[in-house]
């Protein structure tokens, strides 16, 4: 059973510029959700993806965008990057979009804004 | 919205002490998490325990759904259990997803 995996690890942009991170869910799961944690922080919810469509948003932006394809893996993709988008990005798998459904995390990935 | 919170945000032992996290909920929630974030930042998973008690190895927990509190608790620590600890809250407002606490961190001495 393969685990949740995201890519890249680690990244740094610079201001204003666009980047996209990866996630590939956790064998048999079709539900992704993407959750931005900054420095101290426990980690706060973007958006989640479920059949392809974006099933749920925090309070984010529309310069955080998403995508989930059909073989269930998906992209966050963040444009006009700010110093304060600078955090761990962390995606998480689970079976279903219902609210008692288990989650399990990626490595995350570490964004640097510079 | 549901407001979590852990308790305490921080605590130090030495290696071989027990102890006892704390997580708050103020309201009812189809789903509770406990993680642990190790020092390159993922978070893995100890518990899915909504109500009742488990155990696994030295790590047990137990929640009281009806007084909506949580208890992560940790025995005969070792310094491989420093990190952080997060516990998470879903209920049928959220969607399905977690609402975190901002964690304990919990440093283990040799």
């Known amino acids: 059973e393969t685990g949740v995996t995201q890519s890249p690890t680690h990244l740094i942009k610079t201001r204003g510029q666009q980047v996209t991170l990866r996630c590939s869910s956790q064998?048999?799961?079709?539900?992704v959700s993407w959750y931005q944690q900054a420095l101290g922080q426990g980690p706060q919810f973007i958006f989640q993806y479920y059949r392809e469509e974006e099933n749920g948003r925090g309070n984010f932006p529309p310069r955080f965008s998403g995508l989930q394809f059909p073989n269930y893996s998906s992209e966050l993709n963040v444009n006009a990057l700010e110093l304060d988008d600078s955090a761990l990005y962390l995606c998480?798998?689970?079976?279903?979009?219902?609210?008692?459904?288990?989650?399990?995390f990626g490595q995350g990935t570490r964004l640097t804004v510079v | 919205g549901i407001q979590v919170e852990q308790s305490p945000p921080d605590l130090i032992l030495q290696e071989g002490a027990n102890s006892t996290l704390r997580c708050n909920f103020s309201d009812s929630v189809n789903n509770l998490q406990w993680f642990h974030q190790n020092p390159w930042g993922q978070l893995i998973n100890l518990f899915y325990i909504p109500s009742g008690t488990k155990q696994n190895g030295r790590l047990s927990a137990t929640t009281v759904a009806t007084e909506r509190y949580s208890l992560l608790y940790i025995s005969s620590s070792q310094t491989t259990d420093s990190g952080v600890y997060f516990c998470?809250?879903?209920?049928?407002?959220?969607?399905?997803?977690?609402?975190f606490g901002k964690g304990t961190k919990l440093s283990v001495k040799p």
């Open positions: 998470a809250v879903a209920y049928g407002g959220s969607q399905g997803n977690l609402i």
């Open positions: 998480a798998s689970s079976l279903g979009s219902h609210a008692w459904a288990e989650a399990f």
């Open positions: 064998s048999g799961h079709n539900t």
